[in-house]
């Protein structure tokens, strides 16, 4: 799933390639993408794109008269930017948006659709979950979030009405950064384990947006992936810890999502079976599609 670093670059290149131009026509593959009824589609045609911004893991598609295109891309959803007229690409197109200067499409790969678009006349902030950001939220703030539930720093870092734009794969690099178990209660988090998470949010996600929008305003992002060189531990199964060396474990959830961690580096070299941390988390598993 797109989270802040991705989504972030996407709004980077909407307004380095897209904001100025004229939507000319939008093309729905999937009716169901579109969950909203008024205003129309055909509202937003024959104006220009004058902005673009994230809500939590949203893109939003500004245009006068307080119109906005809100994507919602879920786990599987992705924007491309291609040439006027693109073709749909098959089964996983959802959507075009044909502007003068170039076709965004919005695809989502899979046979589960839970991308969404919607169509929105004045605030959008009703579909903002609520959660703080964490690279503008100061120390106490972060920490009333993370005493809002009584979750595990993983799932509290991946739900969206605490923190904004977080979700499995960068909560992940957060905590080895910050050298925390996923399994801690957030609501216990104090003294300088919580200034070590703060921390750590703000410079591993600072550096990832900052990667993101870099390289998004030199070219549109066409391959953006859970999945990263850059990262330490998400999707790292079996490999060496970059900092102590044992190997990366990770935890699959009954709904097939992973998440990964250092058992040296975080859990005091514990590795906890998958049963194990079912029997011990319950209800406290990292939402799946934030």
């Given at each position: 799933m797109p989270e802040l670093p991705e989504i972030e670059g996407y709004v980077s290149g909407l307004e380095a390639h897209v904001v100025g131009a004229e939507l000319e026509a939008v093309r729905l593959a999937s009716a169901f993408f579109l969950r909203?009824?008024?205003?129309?589609?055909?509202?937003?045609?024959?104006?220009?794109?004058?902005?673009?911004?994230?809500?939590?893991?949203?893109?939003?598609?500004?245009?006068?008269?307080?119109?906005?295109?809100?994507?919602?891309?879920?786990?599987?959803?992705?924007?491309?930017?291609?040439?006027?007229?693109?073709?749909?690409p098959g089964k996983a197109a959802l959507a075009a948006l044909d502007f003068d200067r170039g076709t965004l499409v919005i695809t989502e790969q899979g046979s589960q659709k839970r991308a969404a678009l919607f169509a929105v006349r004045g605030s959008v902030q009703h579909l903002d979950p609520g959660g703080v950001e964490p690279l503008e939220v100061d120390e106490a703030g972060f920490a009333r979030a993370l005493a809002s539930a009584?979750?595990?720093?993983?799932?509290?870092?991946?739900?969206?009405?605490?923190?904004?734009?977080?979700?499995?794969?960068?909560?992940?690099?957060?905590?080895?950064?910050?050298?925390?178990?996923?399994?801690?209660?957030?609501?216990?988090?104090?003294?300088?384990?919580?200034?070590?998470?703060?921390?750590?949010?703000?410079?591993?996600?600072?550096?990832?947006?900052?990667?993101?929008?870099?390289?998004?305003?030199?070219?549109?992002?066409?391959?953006?992936?859970?999945?990263?060189?850059?990262?330490?531990?998400?999707?790292?199964?079996?490999?060496?810890?970059?900092?102590?060396?044992?190997?990366?474990?990770?935890?699959?959830?009954?709904?097939g999502h992973d998440f990964h961690y250092c058992p040296g580096c975080q859990t005091g070299g514990k590795v906890l079976a998958d049963r194990a941390l079912s029997k011990l988390l319950k209800d406290s598993w990292p939402p799946a599609d934030p």
């Open positions: 909203t009824v008024t205003p129309t589609l055909q509202e937003f045609t024959g104006r220009r794109l004058v902005g673009a911004g994230r809500l939590g893991k949203r893109v939003v598609l500004r245009f006068p008269d307080e119109l906005s295109l809100v994507v919602h891309p879920m786990v599987a959803g992705r924007l491309r930017w291609r040439p006027s007229g693109a073709k749909l009584p979750h595990t720093l993983k799932r509290a870092l991946s739900e969206p009405k605490q923190f904004s734009g977080i979700g499995n794969a960068w909560s992940d690099e957060i905590l080895w950064h910050a050298r925390l178990s996923p399994f801690l209660r957030a609501t216990e988090l104090t003294g300088e384990r919580l200034k070590a998470l703060v921390t750590s949010a703000r410079e591993v996600l600072g550096a990832a947006r900052d990667r993101h929008v870099a390289a998004a305003r030199a070219a549109f992002p066409d391959k953006v992936t859970a999945f990263q060189p850059e990262m330490a531990v998400h999707g790292r199964f079996k490999e060496p810890c970059p900092r102590c060396g044992m190997r990366i474990e990770r935890i699959t959830r009954a709904s």
